[in-house]
């Protein structure tokens, strides 16, 4: 969901036809060919209506809602806007493609979820107070899957191949994290701060526990024997590794969904000592009585019972026989009634919710929304008008209106024993299927990473995604060629270098000087004239962020080159900017700044070199600063 909200503002920069046009075209039959229904959603009107239902997709996933569904709907609308604009991606939409894809195949919505709590209430239908005090059967369904096991591959493999593609001297010799600490285009204002306090000494002890935890990483993962202990090691050192680089270099969402991902190496026991933590935040033990005749109040209740996993709750009704409080039944006409019979403290109305809510997990954080005052009396005020209708509410939601009945189907349905049918047998044929499909994938995803990986491949890592025809008829190439090309096919990319084989030292960046017909001129991009004389993180706002990055540092590079006319063309067209205020652009002029790092030691100051960035047809004689006469360009048909 926050993939597709960063990216919504741009729509009409990189993803519509008013924007840039980045679609990549496939000239041969070896070419590949990436999936993007953007391909297809091209106007602006159609592309934010995409992004829109790809953000409800995902949506609907997080909470668990048809998940299957639209976890796959999700995969394909993300997949698709990042495909669009390859030109603007890096290693974090590679993680993301590569497991929407993975976890398609696991039963992500088995539960703390919708589709899960639906099931549960089918299956265990509660009758009155009585069936709701009992405990629902605990949950010890194991699942295999290929997919989990490729999970772990893959994440594995990042962190193998992040070590082994580490060939660069600034890895040996300790400086790795002293260079990226000075990437101005890169940091956030937190690593400004942190870049203060990496010394030379501070850089090498950083660099080698790098080096080491990325090596040891894969092992601890896939070993048999030591878990889950090892695992608890990954989790643990990784989530802290990710937490610093999230929050001091902006990489994209890269450091945010490794962090994610590592939530798989965690094991039934650690899940159940969370419980337990999470259970020293609930409080209060009450006593719930609530009107059992209203179908829509017993349907709240067995729904209030699947989230209290610590069973704070106990219910009752009208006719509970042991201590109750006083004028139990006038106010069970108009409210639920909430009591701590420990204080004999009584709670109605959305005050009695706050306490309910408040003693589910993770209920704190909510529960004193209800409280505020001023919205207090609006949250009461709905409260009685859901109490005074819920009769009406019961009966169009098909609910019993007055009293609660049970059918033997019903009552069959307790045991929880599915019967035996052909519905079964094709999910078992389903199950086999998946396995096999996913087995096929994960070893053409292990043998293309061997083929990509520098570190490992050097010759075939420079042939990247480019698929060359068998020379013979040999099915391994076949297997390996067909494989390859669907891993790109949603682009399922295996190389994984992330600062490798050594930290940049050059950073780019690109600023455009537009000229309008009234003769009136800005300069866009940069916030200083000063970044000519040197790079500085408070220059590049508010256009430091990966898209914009990814632009500027790829434009001028030999397969992107003939993007700069578009980029020109745009610049002129647009009405993107609030800075043009209605002034129509004559002229674009557009400028690569880059500066190189100076190493610990220098002696010397960096300084900024300034290009000038030609269309395709000038490529070779690229013009030198801003001294040069301007000649006449050929017009030419884009």
């Known amino acids: ?115 899960s709590l639906k099931r549960s209430l089918n299956q265990y239908p509660e009758n009155n107070a009585d069936d709701l005090n009992k405990p629902l059967p605990e949950g010890n369904e194991r699942v295999f899957h290929v997919a989990f096991i490729a999970c772990l591959i893959q994440l594995s493999m990042i962190y193998y191949y992040n070590y082994i593609n580490k060939t660069g001297d600034m890895w040996s010799d300790g400086s790795a994290v002293y260079y990226m600490y000075q990437l101005d285009t890169f940091l956030t204002g937190i690593g400004d701060w942190v870049r203060s306090y990496i010394s030379i000494g501070l850089s090498t002890l950083l660099t080698k526990a790098t080096l080491v935890i990325e090596h040891l990483a894969p092992i601890f993962i896939l070993s048999p024997i030591f878990q889950p202990w090892l695992r608890r090691m990954v989790f643990i050192a990784f989530m802290g590794f990710h937490l610093i680089i999230g929050i001091s270099v902006g990489i ?120 505020i005052p001023g919205l207090e009396k609006a949250f009461g005020w709905s409260y009685d008008l859901i109490s005074r209708n819920r009769t009406k509410i019961s009966t169009s939601m098909g609910l019993p209106a007055c009293g609660i009945s049970s059918s033997p189907e019903e009552n069959s349905a307790m045991s929880g024993l599915p019967a035996y049918s052909s519905r079964m047998v094709w999910s078992k ?22 083929q990509i990986n520098e570190g490992v491949s050097p010759k075939e890592g420079l042939k990247k995604t480019e698929i060359q025809p068998s020379a013979s008829d040999n099915s391994i190439k076949n297997f390996r060629m067909y494989t390859k090309r669907i891993l790109l096919y949603p682009r399922m990319y295996q190389q994984w270098n992330m600062f490798a084989p050594s930290v940049i030292r050059s950073e780019k960046w690109v600023s455009s000087q537009v000229i309008f017909e009234n003769g009136e001129d800005i300069t866009l991009f940069t916030s200083d004239n000063k970044i000519e004389n040197g790079f500085n993180r408070g220059y590049f706002q508010p256009f430091q962020n990966q898209f914009w990055r990814k632009l500027f540092s790829r434009i001028n590079k030999r397969n992107y080159k003939k993007y700069i006319p578009e980029f020109r063309s745009w610049l002129k067209r647009t009405d993107y900017f609030a800075i043009y205020n209605h002034r129509k652009p004559k002229e674009i002029q557009l400028w690569q700044l880059s500066e190189r790092t100076a190493s610990p030691d220098a002696k010397w100051t960096p300084q900024v070199r300034k290009i000038e960035l030609v269309d395709e047809y000038n490529r070779n004689n690229p013009k030198r600063s801003s001294n040069r006469k301007k000649q006449e360009r050929p017009k030419r048909k884009l």
């Open 1 to 115: 969901m926050w993939d597709v909200c960063r990216r919504y503002a741009y729509i009409d920069v990189f993803y519509s036809l008013d924007g840039m046009n980045f679609r990549r075209e496939v000239t041969n039959s070896f070419s590949v060919k990436y999936f993007t229904l953007l391909d297809t959603f091209q106007t602006s009107f159609e592309v934010h209506l995409f992004f829109i239902a790809t953000f409800i997709c995902f949506f609907l996933l997080m909470v668990g809602f048809k998940t299957k569904l639209f976890h796959l709907l999700g995969a394909i609308g993300l997949i698709s806007i990042h495909n669009a604009a390859v030109i603007l991606e890096n290693g974090g939409d590679m993680v993301f493609n590569n497991y929407l894809i993975w976890t398609l195949f696991l039963p992500l919505g088995g539960a703390l979820s919708i589709d």
């Open 252 to 371: 994209g969402l890269f450091s945010w969904i490794m962090m994610a991902v590592l939530l798989l190496l965690l094991s039934r026991e650690d899940l159940i000592y969370l419980k337990g933590l999470a259970r020293r935040e609930t409080q209060g033990s009450y006593l719930v009585f609530y009107d059992r005749d209203c179908g829509f109040c017993h349907l709240t209740a067995r729904i209030l019972k699947r989230l209290d996993i610590f069973r704070n709750l106990t219910w009752a009704d009208g006719l509970y026989e042991n201590n109750k409080p006083d004028n139990l039944l006038n106010l069970l006409e108009s409210t639920i009634v909430v009591w701590d019979e420990k204080n004999n403290k009584i709670y109605t109305r959305h005050k009695g919710f706050s306490k309910i809510i408040h003693s589910l997990p993770f209920g704190f954080i909510f529960s004193w929304i209800l409280l």
């Open 429 to 450: 044929g389903k199950l086999i299927i998946s396995n096999l499909a996913v087995l096929g994938l994960l070893i053409g995803a292990v043998d293309y990473s061997l």
